[in-house]
């Protein structure tokens, strides 16, 4: 059932220029509550020409959105696919295409993810009081197993998911001759990782590297594809809900959880600025107190300050001595 509250995501005219006549298209954008559809609620409550919502199996909380959006004049239509299923992917193509007046998407952002039930990395399961050893073999193999499936599913939705969507969109861009924004949402926790969701970090990690192998692959067609990635802090929606009391859980990174709206607001900020300041740059969102303080002293949270900070990656390379002092030497003869 549709509960978000439609006017939070009217940002008026100082943030107009995000999402104006623009074909809209966002993964995992039909889950009630989630980041997804505060972008969906963002593009259509700020002039977008038209908004695909895509979903995978959350297909109630998707036609209930595009039918929100039916209600306020907004040209939506909803997408079934698994991002990780290329065949299933490309027969939205023609559909998506049509959708859009014959036109490919000029804003994709890349949204479709997964995170983990939780599992201490790299550690054995601590014994059991007068286990039999047959006992626990059984019960850590059957944790190892269930943990890496539960990775591999986030691993394969996030990275997979992202390929597949660059592959496609990027491709008809080029074919139709017309410009197109790649928006990748990634996570804090890609730079600074928590415990417990290797998969999630590992995967979120990755996709900050797609919009500079685009940009290689492109050659002269770069010029119409502008991609970037955004690093976001925790949002409370339905997957992180039951953290949000929990400061163990976030309060490292920030005084209280965002709410969709407010993430949705500082993305569309973003998005206002120009392709050059973007291009294939790294993006991170950062919340504060907005007295400065870091709350140690237990205050109450009171207002808060979003900005945004660019992140790079300085990548040093030096030879190594006892390398170059003896190198190995083959013939090639």
Same mark, same amino acid.
């Given at each position: 059932?549709?509960?978000?509250?439609?006017?939070?995501?009217?940002?008026?005219?100082?943030?107009?220029?995000?999402?104006?006549?623009?074909?809209?298209?966002?993964?995992?954008? *039909?889950?009630?509550?989630?980041?997804? @559809?505060?972008?969906?609620?963002?593009?259509?409550?700020?002039?977008?020409?038209?908004?695909?919502?895509?979903?995978?199996?959350?297909?109630?909380?998707?036609?209930?959105?595009?039918?929100?959006?039916?209600?306020?004049?907004?040209?939506?239509?909803?997408?079934?696919?698994?991002?990780?299923?290329?065949?299933?992917?490309?027969?939205?193509?023609?559909?998506?295409?049509?959708?859009?007046?014959?036109?490919?998407?000029?804003? /994709?952002?890349?949204? #479709?993810?997964?995170?983990?039930?939780?599992?201490?990395?790299?550690?054995?399961?601590?014994?059991?009081?007068?286990?039999?050893?047959?006992?626990?073999?059984?019960?850590?193999?059957?944790?190892?197993?269930?943990?890496?499936?539960?990775?591999?599913?986030?691993?394969?939705?996030?990275?997979?998911?992202?390929?597949?969507?660059?592959?496609?969109?990027?491709?008809?861009?080029?074919?139709?001759?017309?410009?197109?924004?790649?928006?990748?949402?990634? #996570?804090?926790?890609?730079?600074?990782?928590?415990?417990?969701?290797?998969?999630?970090?590992?995967?979120?990690?990755?996709?900050?590297?797609?919009?500079?192998?685009?940009?290689?692959?492109?050659?002269?067609?770069?010029?119409?594809?502008?991609?970037?990635?955004? /690093?976001?802090?925790?949002?409370?929606?339905?997957?992180?809900?039951?953290?949000?009391?929990?400061?163990?859980?976030? *309060?490292?990174? @920030?005084?209280?959880?965002?709410?969709?709206?407010?993430?949705?607001?500082?993305?569309?900020?973003?998005?206002?600025?120009?392709?050059?300041?973007?291009?294939?740059?790294?993006?991170?969102?950062?919340?504060?107190?907005?007295? *400065?303080?870091?709350?140690?002293?237990?205050?109450?949270?009171?207002?808060?300050?979003?900005?945004?900070?660019?992140?790079?990656?300085?990548?040093?390379?030096?030879?190594?001595?006892?390398?170059?002092?003896?190198?190995?030497?083959?013939?090639?003869?």
């Amino acid at each position: 059932m549709f509960s978000a509250d439609v006017d939070k995501f009217r940002f008026g005219s100082e943030f107009a220029d995000a999402f104006k006549d623009q074909r809209v298209f966002i993964t995992g954008s *039909g889950k009630d509550g989630g980041i997804g @559809q505060a972008f969906a609620l963002a593009a259509a409550m700020n002039g977008a020409e038209s908004v695909g919502v895509h979903f995978h199996s959350s297909y109630k909380d998707a036609f209930d959105l595009v039918s929100e959006f039916e209600k306020l004049g907004v040209h939506a239509f909803p997408v079934q696919a698994d991002v990780t299923n290329p065949r299933d992917m490309w027969a939205t193509r023609s559909y998506i295409i049509d959708q859009m007046g014959g036109k490919p998407p000029s804003v /994709l952002i890349c949204n #479709s993810g997964l995170t983990e039930s939780g599992y201490s990395f790299g550690r054995a399961l601590r014994p059991v009081e007068e286990e039999s050893v047959a006992m626990r073999r059984a019960r850590v193999r059957q944790h190892f197993i269930d943990s890496l499936d539960d990775s591999r599913r986030v691993l394969d939705t996030k990275i997979d998911g992202f390929m597949a969507s660059t592959h496609l969109w990027a491709g008809e861009a080029v074919y139709h001759e017309e410009p197109l924004r790649i928006i990748y949402v990634s #996570s804090r926790q890609a730079i600074d990782p928590g415990p417990a969701v290797p998969g999630y970090a590992i995967s979120n990690w990755a996709v900050l590297q797609l919009p500079q192998v685009l940009d290689v692959n492109l050659g002269r067609s770069a010029h119409l594809i502008n991609a970037f990635s955004v /690093l976001f802090p925790f949002i409370r929606t339905g997957m992180t809900d039951e953290y949000a009391e929990n400061e163990k859980v976030f *309060g490292r990174w @920030q005084p209280r959880m965002l709410e969709t709206h407010e993430c949705a607001e500082a993305f569309t900020q973003l998005l206002c600025r120009s392709d050059e300041e973007l291009h294939s740059g790294m993006f991170e969102l950062m919340v504060g107190r907005s007295d *400065g303080s870091d709350g140690s002293d237990g205050s109450p949270v009171g207002d808060i300050d979003v900005t945004w900070r660019q992140v790079k990656f300085n990548v040093e390379e030096a030879p190594l001595e006892w390398s170059q002092g003896s190198p190995r030497r083959f013939s090639t003869a």
